[in-house]
């Protein structure tokens, strides 16, 4: 799971690069986590993401749980 995200990480990273300031935390909405993936991948980075889950979904929402991410249920 950790390499699908990889690239896309790099991606985002280069683009917001200009964007952040020294020092500061941005944060971030996975509007469709599954697992938790995308915040995994970005562990080493100066920000938080909430892991969001659809309610027919929310099952796996204490996967996120138990990777030690934070994380809701939402029904859009």
Do not use: C, E
Request: no cysteine; glycine share 6%; charged share 20%.
């Amino acid at each position: 799971m950790q390499s699908i995200w990889h690239d896309r990480v790099v991606d985002y990273w280069k683009q917001m690069r200009s964007l952040m300031q020294r020092n500061s935390f941005r944060n971030v909405m996975d509007m469709n986590s599954n697992l938790g993936g995308f915040a995994a991948a970005l562990r080493d980075k100066d920000l938080w993401v909430m892991n969001v889950a659809p309610v027919n979904a929310s099952s796996k929402l204490k996967i996120v749980y138990d990777r030690g991410l934070i994380g809701t249920v939402h029904d859009w």
